[in-house]
């Protein structure tokens, strides 16, 4: 891959001055080879080889980081979903999450995604325990991630899953009360989940992976704002697509390189680059601010789902011209509270939860990181999650929802869920209740989109 001077002092000038950074390398390993009935023998076989590929990790990224000037913000780990490789009961999914836990603070691991099921067409036993272990999960330990496909275009919505796991959402605010519930910001809910995403806490290491693959995740906000302060507003929107794709370009090649140095000397695969616009509550790195600079006055006003559209096509067309190995999520996050000009929005009553809804439509994920009333009923959340895994599911994509209720407080308050998760307003949520449809139960038959050839 050749690079120009005139692209590296570019490169250079996005790191310095509009927050260009490598967000996430993730590691995905498979624990398949270490499946066993007695939970001890699991837990060694797993530590042993989860050593292996980790412990190296965090030295090499600091190397890269310092030989190529490029800021890496977390280093994490996504193992096989742990329901595939492991059938217990709620007291040994505990244990388990306190056993990698501990091994992911000795690696030096950021996070560990992975504690995960697929459910979209029913659950066992044990997954139904997992589920159950949830808010205890997320509560006791500082790394562990978790995440639940409960529906796909090909198989419909399972309504039951979406219920019980809404109501473990409930425990774990309860458990982590003293800090707004931020427990359930580890809890991802999936329609249609990628298998080679490698942010958290959504991340997990696919059936269909290597044994052991390093995907990375880029993210250019400040980078996007950056370019469309400096052409100003008399572009069209065609002109301005392309000027978005050529950034999503270069901040590709640049991924992409690193992620394959990273590799290379881990001696393991590379697998993808994930070069989603994540934001950061920190000024100048908004994905809402971009949005305004393209022409709404602010986020959620009339014109931002199709602002947001444009945007999220053109970022990845960028990025599959500049690497075949584009993958993950690829496109724009909208997490409320992470993203400071998007919270503020929310304050200032110009973007509602239904007109998130709205723009999830088109954008990579989903309702993210939103901060709910305390008293939000499960049935309520469910219905909220339901509503979300319908968009995927009908339009054959990606969508998710990381849903906290914040215990004690109403709408229109502040939730506090410092650093990367920053701080969110409470948004308001429709009184009327959906009770009586989710305690039907049940599967939400897939759509006739599932019959695609």
């Not at 309520?380 to 407080?409: F, Q």
């Amino acid at each position: 891959m050749f690079i120009s001077p005139e692209e590296i002092l570019e490169t250079i000038r996005m790191i310095q001055l509009e927050k260009l950074d490598i967000r996430t390398v993730t590691i995905g390993i498979s624990l398949v080879d270490c499946t066993d009935s007695s939970r001890a023998k699991f837990i060694k076989k797993s530590r042993e080889k989860i050593f292996r590929f980790g412990k190296k990790f965090k030295t090499n990224l600091l190397e890269l980081e310092k030989e190529f000037g490029l800021p890496i913000v977390n280093a994490r780990l996504a193992i096989t979903p742990i329901s595939l490789v492991f059938a217990g009961d709620e007291g040994d999914y505990r244990a388990i999450a306190r056993d990698f836990d501990q091994l992911a603070a000795e690696l030096q691991i950021d996070f560990l995604g992975g504690f995960s099921a697929l459910v979209q067409k029913g659950m066992t036993q044990s997954e139904k325990s997992l589920i159950k272990a949830l808010p205890y999960i997320l509560s006791e330990n500082q790394t562990i991630c978790s995440s639940f496909n409960v529906a796909s275009t090909r198989s419909g919505i399972n309504v039951d899953a979406v219920y019980l796991i809404s109501k473990k959402i409930k425990e774990a605010a309860s458990l982590s009360k003293e800090h707004d519930g931020i427990a359930c910001a580890k809890l991802v809910v999936f329609a249609n989940a990628p298998e080679d995403n490698p942010f958290m806490a959504g991340a997990f290491h696919g059936v269909g992976e290597a044994d052991a693959v390093l995907n990375i995740g880029v993210s250019g906000p400040g980078v996007v704002r950056a370019a469309l302060e400096k052409v100003g507003s008399d572009l069209s929107l065609n002109e301005l697509s392309e000027e978005i794709k050529k950034l999503a370009f270069k901040v590709t090649r640049m991924g992409e390189l690193i992620g394959r140095e990273a590799a290379k000397r881990l001696g393991i695969a590379f697998g993808v680059v994930d070069l989603s616009l994540a934001p950061t509550p920190f000024p100048g790195d908004s994905v809402a601010e971009i949005l305004e600079l393209i022409g709404v006055e602010k986020m959620g006003a009339p014109g931002s789902t199709a602002a947001l559209m444009m945007l999220v096509d053109a970022v990845k067309k960028g990025g599959l011209m500049a690497s075949s190995r584009v993958g993950g999520l690829s496109g724009a996050f909208i997490p409320v509270s992470e993203d400071k000009m998007t919270a503020e929005a929310v304050e200032a009553g110009a973007l509602s939860l239904e007109k998130l809804e709205a723009m999830t439509s088109v954008c990579s994920v989903g309702l993210d990181m939103i901060a709910l009333p305390g008293d939000t009923s499960a049935e309520t959340i469910a219905g909220i999650i339901l509503d979300e895994m319908a968009i995927g599911v009908v339009n054959n994509k990606t969508t998710a929802c990381r849903l906290i209720p914040v215990p004690g407080k109403k709408a229109g308050e502040w939730a506090e869920f410092g650093g990367l998760l920053g701080k969110s307003p409470i948004i308001k949520v429709n009184s009327f209740s959906c009770q009586n449809f989710v305690k039907r139960g049940g599967i939400i038959p897939a759509t006739l989109t599932s019959l695609r050839g």
